[in-house]
Structure formats: C-alpha cells, structure tokens
C-alpha cells in the first residue's frame, strides 16, 4: 500500500504554540465506512455526548498518534452533501462554518468509498472549497477493484491537490499511514472546485465584506443557510435575509446549478482517474442474494424468522443474565442487611442498591438487542427491512424500520426505544419511541397473570384453546392497536420540520464486522447505565422513601395496632412481620397519597390499597404484585396461587368478591395502557433529548389507560 | 384517470419503467427533491434502470452511475426521462 501524498513538512522553528493537530473531525457519505474508520483511530477511547438540539449523539475519541501526540477525533452524521436534508446533518454546517467555534476542526478526513467515487466526491470537493486542510481517506479500495474499478491513486491526488490514501477501514489497513499524514501539518488544496458565478457575486462580496470571510464559497453557504446557522444573530440572519431579496437570490436553482457544476468537475476529473472494467461479480451476488431476501413470500418468512429469533433472544435467553443480576443484587442486600442496621443501611440496600439493580437487570436485553441490530445493520440487512416493509408502515405514520422497536417493546420498551435510533427521518423516528411503550412489554405479565388467574376460567375450547391464554393474547393485541392507531394519530397532529424522502444508497450485502458489533454493544449500555441510569436510581429511592416513612409516628403506631391484633388472631411470628408491614405500608406517605387519589380512581373501581399499588408501580410495572402482596400481608417468598387466593377473600362491603370480573379487567386494562416505567421514561428523555416527549408520553398514555379503564369498568360491572 | 393516462404518454418517468428497463433522466420535477436526487448522482443524461421492486410494489430500487438507490414511487414520478 504506497501513500503518495507528499505534503510539505514544515520546520518547527515554524510551528506556532497551536500548530499540533488538536481536532480532526470525520466526514463521509453513509456506508461510506466513517464508522469503521473512527473505530479503528479510537478502539474504546470513545465518548458519546450530546450536540445541542439534536437527536444525534456527538462520539469524540481520542487517538494515540505517536508516543507523545494524541488528537480528538469527532464522528459526524454521514452525509452526502453539505446541504442538509435533515435536521441531524446540521450538525455539519455548525461545527464547519463557524471558524470561531470550540470545536472548529484542525483537519477534516473525509471517508470515501472507491467503488463510488463520484458521488463521494461530490462531498469532498464541497468541503474542499471551504479551504479546510482535508485527507481523503479513500475506502474499500480492495472492493472496487474486485468489482474492476481501478484508481489511479497519483493521478486522483494531482487532481484533487490533498493527500489520498487508499485504506480497508474494516480490516485496518492504511490506518497507520493516515496516522502518520494527520501528524503533519496540512495546507487547504490549492485546488478550486467550483467558482462561485458572477451573477451571485453580489450577494457574496457583500456577506464577505459583513462577516470578515475570506472564501467565496462559504458566504455563498451563508446565504443558503442563514435560517439553520446557529452562530449568527436574530439581526444578521434578517440582514442577510434582506439582502437575498433585493438580489432576488434563488436558493434552489443556485443549488441545482453548483451541484450540476461539480459533478461535471469530477466527471472530467475522473476520466483519467478510474478505469472500469467491469467484472459486475458482486453486485450480481447482492442482487441474488434480494431474489431470495426481499421475494414476496420468503422475504417475509425469513423477516419474520429473524424477527422471532430476536424476541426469543431478548425475551428468554435474556432472562438467565437477567435473574443472575437480581439475585446478585438481593443477596448483596441481604449480606448487608445481616451484618449492618439503622435507616442509612435501609437507604442504601433498599434504596440506592435496589434502584441500582434495576438499572442493571436491563443490561442484558440491551446488549442483546443491539448485536442482533448491529449485525443487521452491518451487513445490509435492515435496508432490505425498510424495503419490504415501507409501504405498510408509512400509511401509520411509522418508517420500515418502526418493526424492530415495536416488536422488541414486546420484550422491553428500553431497548426497543434506543433501537429506534436506526430511523433516520426526524418524525418517524418520535412517532415510533412514543407508540412503542404501547406494546406490552414482559413487565406487564405478572400483573396480566395474577388478574387473568383471578377472574378468567380455565376453560379448554376444542381441547386446546385456552380461555386464560385467549384473554392474555386479546391483551397483547390491544396494545399492539392502541401502538399503531396512536400512530396514525400522530401522523396528522405532528409537524414534519423536513420532508421525509426514502432516497438513499441501497447498499450491497457485506460480512459484519465483529469490532463494530462489540463496540455499539458497549456504547448502548454504556449510554444506558450512566444516562437513564440516573433518573432511574433517583424515582427509585424517592418512590422508596414514600413507601418506608409516614408522617409523624404513624409507623410506630401502625406497628403496634398490628402486634394487638396479631394477639387476637393469635399469628405466628412470620405473619406477624408481614401484618406490620402491611400496617406500616397503609401508614405511610405512599399510603396518604393512595387515600388522597381514591376519589379521582373510583370511577375505575379502585379503592385506595390499588392506589398505592398504582404508585408504586411507577417505578416498574411488576412491583404491582409485590405490593399487593404487602398490602394483603402476604409473605414475599409467596407464590403466585397464594397471591390469588389471598385476593380472592377480600370482599367489598356487600360481601361479594372485591376483584370481580369488572374490577381486574379495568385493572388489566390500565395496565395495558399505563406509562407506569420510569426507566422507559428516562430512556425516552436520553433519546430525544428533551423531557417534553417523555413528559407527554406519560401524560397521554396514563389519560388513555383512565379512559380506557373507566369504559371498562362502567361497561362490566 | 384518463387524463393521467395522456399525461404518461406526453412524459414517461422513473415510475414507468418495465423491471430492468432503461431510460436517460431529462429534468427533475419537484425542485427541492430535486436538488437531494441531484445530490446522489441523477443528473439529466445520466442513465437510469429499473433494478427491483419491493414486494408490494412500493418502493423500487434503480441503478445509476453504478449504484442501487432506492426510492419510493412517489419520488420515482418526479424523474422525467427523455
């Protein structure tokens, strides 16, 4: 592998106290291999953070140059120009034209694949005339030429006036060449690729003369963009909306016209650049592959083979980690809780480790999850997904790709929330994270269980068709409903702030590249734990310090009304605990909150003891049982008959069962429709990056499970 | 439906092609998707050709300048061929 670029390496009596490399920053069509290229420069030295305003995580990394030089390299979104199309490429133009910012980058690498070079070029040469010192890091230079595609590479960086270095970012080679060119002081080509034309000159001089630039080519971007550039005022976007009006500036046609100009630039450029004999191998194979993939009877089959196969993951394999992490965590509770007392030991184990552990248990759907996603990503798989299934999804106002986090949200809305981020378009993408908590997530189960086993027979139709196992499916398609006509309802109330197109690259199938599994794996869990995480331990110990402490000594008086009562009834010591427990949970401030709500859930037939199951379950769905176990003092080691059994004795005033069939179905039913996780809430919040989503899930989702409930019960009873 | 029939006499698009059949772009209709169908290389002159339809018809992917792009069909009608 030869690099020929020889750039001038200046002497250091030259080099001021800022000339080390300091930022470098990515550029590059999508599948263009960026990904693999940041992963190769940075390994795990990575950190995801947030740009403002933008659903898009910032990844910067460090990389170790030489023994004594590191720089920061930062991934931006793949694009395929400088113009954005959507609101997550802007990220782009902030970072590049405003000189004066932070992270201005140093250098630019723009990733280019060699099998396409004339649409990725089209980039470059953009970039190019912005004189930033650029590298084209010219990819998969092995393919192309499998495919016939040959580059001449001297001729390419004549043209082109940067260094070119042909590299396979998959397999790391010309990584260290690239290492060694970043080192080195680079110049802006010398090279202009389009001539900003006379007739716009006016326009350009005058934004030049304004903003002290120097290049043409950016004040030609500031006209273009003024409305999205985040660095100018309110009064200098209106100056430079005025003065387009009075030369009567048409940003579209000039648009049409650069990009017109440029691809006969590199069209010209190109003749003595590449030769093509096409071998037409590949593709034919990609194009077999589809035959089969995206065929109108197995496409689907094989779809929902996978599809399957990744509920199975997250739902049962997940679950063997998943219980070995919660008892983890209870038996490090009960360790402390054996050799240590007092309120700060119960604040810590009950708590903070509690809250803690409920992070954790999540870890292995997610990691699950995303090497299934990121393997369907790498080899090309999910575009095929988008392909089939776009025209159902699109009349829901959902994407192709909406499939995978509604079916995950089966299993869990977490990782089904954070898969969503596969979804390029802005709106599809809300529209999916705010219906995909609609599905019902393994979380409801043993509430939907405990209630099904309590007023539905167990009555065999046919011999095999379970009455109980109807009711759970009729369940399982509510929320499935209630997720897409929620959907469509959104599909008419929100905005679109950009048009939403389905133009985009149909890329080849390819091998995964296992280092770029691994390490999404470790930035989703990553991002997991340490951002939801948060929010999650916090509601955890709240919820819990209103569930532990009462006003006053209502705790102490709640303990010993108990002790009376237990003499009477003559209990067992066992029973005796579960009754303080029970006495202390009804004294306590989640209690008071419980008695204070009891009027606003009557209408929906509950009383009290349910609110405070209610509240509690807002943490997590499942503790449901748990604290209905609690309330009717039963033991927590009890099963989940003795919890029927239990629920079934409890009478209402008239003497009849209190869970009658009209009571446990509005239950279920709230249940079904409840925002009642805080952990999806957090995940919601860390994924759109503001709390008016998450905020306005919970508020539609809890008005829609009162709703719903309230018909339900009325309707019943 | 008869009026779009004469209409598809007059200007034939993307959207028309048989599977597997070619055309050459002459103009772009829609200015702003114009400027993104641009973007990926189908400029007028470039030829085009019908590589595949997803299973309900919608949406296809072409080929052009040696690559598969995919696009719905509402947005193959904006491409007008020669």
């Known amino acids: 592998m030869t690099v020929v670029a020889q750039p001038e ?58 023994a004594n030089q590191k720089v920061q390299i930062i991934d931006l979104p793949g694009t395929y120009s400088l113009y954005p199309k959507s609101l997550d490429e802007r990220v782009i133009i902030d970072l590049l034209y405003d000189s004066a910012s932070a992270h201005y980058p140093d250098l630019v690498v723009v990733t280019a694949d060699a099998s396409n070079l004339k649409r990725n070029l089209l980039l470059f040469t953009q970039l190019a005339d912005l004189k930033i010192p650029a590298i084209l890091a010219l990819n998969m230079v092995d393919v192309a030429e499998q495919e016939g595609v040959k580059i001449d590479i001297p001729a390419l960086h004549k043209g082109l006036g940067v260094p070119v270095i042909p590299m396979n970012a998959r397999k790391g080679i010309g990584v260290a060449a690239l290492k060694i060119l970043i080192l080195q002081h680079l110049e802006p080509t010398p090279v202009q690729f389009y001539t900003v034309p006379d007739a716009l000159k006016p326009v350009t001089e005058t934004i030049k003369a304004r903003f002290g630039l120097d290049s043409d080519y950016l004040a030609l971007h500031y006209a273009h963009q003024y409305k999205s550039l985040k660095f100018l005022s309110a009064e200098e976007a209106e100056w430079i909306g005025a003065l387009l009006e009075t030369h009567e500036f048409k940003s579209n046609v000039a648009q ?116 299934f996603i990121a393997v369907l990503e790498e080899t090309g798989y999910m575009a095929r997904v988008t392909f089939m299934m776009d025209k159902i999804m699109r009349k829901f106002g959902l994407n192709g790709k909406s499939v995978v986090p509604l079916i995950s949200g089966v299993a869990c809305a977490v990782p089904a929330v954070m898969s969503a981020r596969t979804i390029e378009n802005w709106k599809d993408r809300m529209i999916t994270i705010f219906v995909t908590p609609l599905m019902s997530c393994s979380a409801r189960i043993p509430v939907y269980t405990v209630l099904i086993a309590l007023v539905v027979p167990e009555t065999y139709y046919f011999g095999f068709l379970n009455l109980q196992g109807l009711v759970l499916m009729a369940l399982y398609l509510i929320g499935f ?79 010993q009304q108990a002790i009376v009562e237990a003499k009477q009834q003559n209990l067992s010591d066992a029973e005796l605990r579960n009754l303080i427990s029970s006495h202390q949970l009804e004294a306590s401030y989640a209690g008071v909150i419980g008695r204070t709500m009891e009027p606003a859930i009557e209408p929906l037939g509950y009383n009290w003891k349910i609110g405070i199951a209610l509240l509690t379950s807002f943490a997590a769905r499942e503790v449901f049982v748990g604290t209905m176990s609690t309330i009717y003092s039963i033991g927590e080691e009890e099963n989940v008959s003795t919890i029927k059994n239990k629920l079934l004795m409890e009478k209402d005033k008239d003497g009849e069962p209190y869970f009658n069939l009209a009571r446990s179905f509005s239950l279920m039913i709230f249940y079904l429709f409840a925002m009642q996780c805080v952990s999806t809430l957090a995940v919601v919040r860390r994924e759109t990056k503001s709390w008016t989503w998450p905020l306005a899930q919970l508020v539609y989702m809890s008005g829609l499970a009162y709703v719903m409930a309230f018909i339900t019960y009325q309707v019943l009873s | 439906m008869q009026k779009r029939e004469e209409e598809h006499i007059d200007k034939k698009s993307v959207r028309d092609l048989k599977l597997g059949e070619c055309g050459i772009i002459c103009c772009l209709k829609d200015p702003e998707m114009g400027l993104k169908l641009l973007e990926m290389g189908c400029l007028p002159g470039t030829q085009v050709k019908l590589n595949s339809r997803a299973p309900l018809g919608d949406p296809i992917t072409i080929i052009v300048n040696d690559y598969t792009l995919s696009l719905r069909l509402d947005e193959a009608e904006t491409i007008m061929l020669k």
């Open chain 1, 9 to 66: 390496i200046r002497e250091a009596s030259q080099t001021t106290p800022r000339s080390e490399v300091a930022r470098v920053a990515l550029v590059g069509n999508p599948n263009s291999g960026k990904t693999s290229l940041f992963n190769q420069l940075t390994g795990l030295n990575q950190k995801v953070g947030n740009f403002p305003g933008v659903t898009v995580d910032k990844k910067t990394g460090t990389c170790q140059l030489s």
């Open chain 1, 256 to 371: 049409a016209d650069e990009t017109i100009a440029r691809y006969t630039y590199i069209n010209e450029l190109l003749l003595d650049v590449v030769r093509v004999e096409r071998v037409e191998k590949d593709e034919k194979f990609s194009n077999r592959l589809d035959q089969v993939l995206t065929h109108k009877v197995f496409g689907y089959l094989i779809f929902m083979a996978i599809l399957f196969l990744v509920f199975q993951a997250i739902f049962t394999w997940a679950s063997y980690p998943m219980d070995m992490i919660d008892q983890g965590f209870t038996s490090l509770n009960g360790l402390i809780q054996d050799n240590f007392s007092g309120p700060l030991i119960n604040l810590l184990t009950e708590g903070i480790i509690a809250g803690l552990g409920g992070v954790m248990v999540f870890i292995p759907q997610i990691a699950i999850l995303f090497a």
């Open chain 1, 481 to 559: 409903l209630a997720a897409i006509f929620s959907a469509l309802l959104l599909k008419v109330i929100l905005k679109a702030r950009e048009r939403s197109y389905f133009i985009m690259e149909f890329p080849v199938y390819k091998m995964p590249r296992w280092k770029n599994v691994g390490l999404t794996i470790v930035e989703k869990v990553k991002a997991f734990v340490f951002e939801a995480g948060k929010v999650i331990v916090a509601i955890s110990i709240i919820l819990w310090v209103l569930a532990s402490y009462g006003p006053g000594n209502s705790f102490e008086k709640a303990e």
